[in-house]
């Protein structure tokens, strides 16, 4: 059984900065690896539906985010140790939410929940201004 497991999260300063750590573990991917599975960033704030961050490709060649983020947020992944990382720089108040990480069996990235079906169970980013 895959496994993703969300780190880092926790409580920052309007302008500060966290990076968020997605660690895979156990089993194998259906039809592809962790290497070759495209993985994404979500967020879910209270009332209001699980929204896609950013993602990166299978292999790390091709990132995407979401226009709120860009320039502020960076996905990156490290093969050798199975994890997938979003540093956030300048937070806001408004990307306070539970984030989740998610894979996928296929090497695009997709910005809809339902195209994801490996998800870790989240981490907290609360920030105060």
């Known amino acids: 059984q895959v496994q993703l497991v969300e780190s880092g999260g926790g409580l920052v300063q309007v302008g500060g900065s966290l990076r968020l750590s997605c660690a895979a573990s156990?089993?194998?991917?259906?039809?592809?690896?962790?290497?070759?599975?495209?993985v994404g960033w979500f967020r879910q704030a209270p009332g209001k539906e699980r929204a896609f961050v950013a993602g990166?490709?299978?292999?790390?060649?091709?990132?995407e985010y979401t226009d709120s983020v860009k320039g502020r947020f960076t996905i990156s992944r490290d093969s050798a140790s199975n994890t997938v990382y979003l540093q956030m720089n300048n937070v806001k108040p408004e990307d306070t939410a539970v984030y989740y990480c998610?894979?996928?069996?296929?090497?695009?990235?997709?910005?809809?929940?339902?195209?994801?079906?490996?998800w870790g169970q989240g981490t907290q980013v609360t920030v105060s201004s």
């Open positions: 998610a894979g996928r069996q296929g090497t695009l990235i997709e910005t809809q929940t339902q195209k994801y079906a490996f």
């Open positions: 156990g089993g194998t991917w259906p039809g592809t690896t962790w290497r070759g599975a495209a």
């Open positions: 990166i490709s299978g292999g790390g060649g091709v990132t």
